[in-house]
């Protein structure tokens, strides 16, 4: 019988950073300790968790988080990181965009990337949102297309760039809504640079 604590005592145990034997016992332990929990559907989180660290220990994958405020130099620091520039570095604030960077496969080539953008339904939320603080009601990303002008005249100075934002890249990303678009190193810069590319992104 596994209780939760015994689980997590288990995984305290394991080395952070391992050898080759280190990595197999570890993988070795995950995959009791998975199997253990199959059978007891409270643990479920747990058993979620444990399932994200066998698959990221089998495929020998780790994530490297940066935060930080704008140019506190993350970007540079990825860079560094990476041996190249493939972040757009600036003394200027970027956009608020998150980027993910992984090692080239067979499929996603190097230098290649996959912008994803907002559905109808997410663009709808932000801008109703934003709509209803300048007291306008839209029914439409259409519609709010057609008012931006009249949003733009009585919003607050804060809202400006989100309504310029929206107002300049409409016509260049409408048919990109809910999709994902494929491109290359320049494209990736052109939108992460871009606050009126950006607003169109998923951020999550
Ligand atoms: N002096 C100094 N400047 C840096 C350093 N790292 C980045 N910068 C500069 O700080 C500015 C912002 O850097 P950036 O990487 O774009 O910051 P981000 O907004 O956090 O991604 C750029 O002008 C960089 O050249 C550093 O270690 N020392
Ligand atoms: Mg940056």
């Known amino acids: 019988m596994v209780n939760e604590d015994k689980s997590v005592k ?26 253990e929990l199959s059978e007891l559907p ?13 698959e990221r ?8 988080s940066l935060f930080g405020a704008f140019s506190a130099g993350k970007s540079s620091f990825a860079n560094a990181l990476l041996g190249k520039e493939v972040l757009p570095v600036s003394p200027n604030p970027m956009t608020a965009s ?9 499929e996603a080539l190097d230098e290649t990337c996959v912008i994803t953008f907002k559905n109808q339904d997410q663009l709808l939320d932000d801008l109703t949102q934003a709509y209803q603080k300048v007291g306008m009601i839209i029914q439409s990303v259409d519609e709010a297309f057609s008012q931006v002008d009249v949003a733009l005249k009585t919003c607050e100075r804060e809202a400006k760039t989100f309504f310029t934002a929206f107002k300049n890249g409409y ?9 994902e678009l494929e491109g290359n190193l320049e494209t990736y810069r052109q939108y992460v640079s871009n606050e009126e590319h ?3 992104c998923r951020n999550d």
């Open 42 to 54: 409270a643990l479920h989180d747990t058993k979620k968790l444990i399932h994200a660290q066998l």
């Open 198 to 200: 950006v607003f169109f």
């Open 98 to 106: 998150i980027s993910r960077i992984h090692p080239a496969t067979d």
């Open 10 to 35: 288990i995984l305290d145990n394991i080395p952070s950073h391992s050898s080759n034997q280190h990595t197999k016992e570890t993988l070795q332990k995950l995959k009791e300790i998975d199997l």
């Open 171 to 179: 016509v260049n990303n409408r048919s990109h809504i809910g999709k």
């Open 57 to 64: 220990l089998e495929n020998q994958q780790f994530t490297v």
